[in-house]
């Protein structure tokens, strides 16, 4: 059987693609104090909690004995790694997780990002929160981004508090409040993506009207967050759809609960796993996979707590793109 083929300008054969790609769009994103270049490569964001129980690495980095210790050292780290951007997090959004007040966040949160620019003063740092008060005082501190889960829903003082300070903004669609998602309805296949679409669309429409610039805003489909399992590979079959919006676009699948499902139900490793769930660790390649399909169908940024494996990944992935 012969390849598809066509025929140029020149009169010469070409091989047509087997895989056609969306060409990624470029955009500046601007942040507080400088300007980020988005499209040409993609930009790696590591992933740093200081929590004591986030579902990954909770307790790994986080201790009242050793703050904010620990934590710079795993920052130095994922810098060495080649994260772009580190971002900071000191609540859990776990479903039994702890809740914060801002306080017990912000202290958490401030020594370790102060730290951090004491030793590496040029290092873009988002912090991931969804109070206003924490975002103040972050972007008070040195932080460029906020990063919020709920997309500006849960604390409505947020847009207000980003668009004033003039840091990045991610905006990320989430399905509920934690709490909330072992007893949400399934969703069909064909009801994710334009549940998310429209959730998008209120909450970007919402942040432009208190004053947040459309060139400092950044979207997140929210893998994971109020979707059930197989509900993410629907989200991850069409992200494409989601450059629709025309603004950069952010993947974070690492080490997700959807992943370890399906290594788990796989025949060949089920037998290895011994019916148990997939460690953190075993994650790992599944989470690449995941992440080549992202930026693949149009992501910019990768959020991930494994930083060297996302930016050898990428570096393909933006090859093939390149290539495309």
């Not at 971002?87 to 809740?99: H, K, L, M, Q, V």
């Not at 669609?173 to 679409?197: F, K, M, S, Y």
């Not at 011994?274 to 660790?281: C, F, I, K, L, R």
């Not at 992501?299 to 050898?312: C, G, K, Q, Y």
Request: glycine share 6%.
């Amino acid at each position: 059987m012969g390849w598809p083929s066509a025929v140029g300008p020149s009169g010469r054969t070409k091989l047509k693609s087997l895989m056609p790609f969306t060409p990624r769009s470029h955009y500046d994103w601007h942040l507080r104090t400088r300007t980020l270049a988005l499209g040409k490569r993609t930009i790696i964001m590591g992933i740093l909690n200081v929590t004591p129980d986030s579902f990954s690495d909770g307790g790994h980095f986080y201790s009242p004995q050793h703050a904010p210790e620990r934590a710079v050292a795993q920052a130095l780290k994922l810098l060495e790694e080649g994260a772009d951007i580190l971002d900071i997090g000191g609540e859990s959004t776990r479903p039994n997780a702890a809740p914060l007040t801002p306080d017990e966040e912000q202290s958490r949160i401030l020594p370790v990002l102060e730290s951090i620019l004491k030793e590496k003063p040029t290092t873009i740092l988002s912090v991931d929160t969804f109070h206003a008060a924490t975002a103040h005082r972050a972007i008070q501190a040195g932080a460029e981004i906020i990063n919020d889960v709920s997309g500006h829903l849960w604390d409505p003082d947020m847009s207000k508090s980003c668009a004033q300070s003039g840091c990045g903004a991610i905006l990320m669609h989430t399905r509920g409040r934690p709490q909330d998602w072992p007893n949400l309805p399934p969703l069909t296949p064909e009801a994710v993506l334009p549940l998310i679409l429209s959730d998008l669309t209120e909450r970007l429409e919402a942040a432009t009207a208190a004053g947040i610039l459309r060139n400092k805003i950044v979207l997140d489909p929210g893998f994971g967050f109020g979707k059930r399992l197989d509900e993410n590979y629907s989200l991850l079959a069409h992200f494409d759809e989601l450059q629709r919006f025309n603004l950069p676009l952010l993947a974070g699948v690492s080490r997700k609960s959807f992943l370890a499902r399906t290594i788990s139900q796989h025949p060949s490793l089920s037998v290895l796993l011994e019916g148990a769930t997939p460690s953190m660790d075993d994650r790992l390649h599944a989470t690449t996979a995941a992440n080549v399909a992202a930026i693949l169908a149009g992501a910019h940024i990768l959020r991930t707590h494994d930083v060297r494996p996302a930016v050898e990944a990428a570096a393909i992935a933006d090859q093939i793109l390149a290539a495309s």
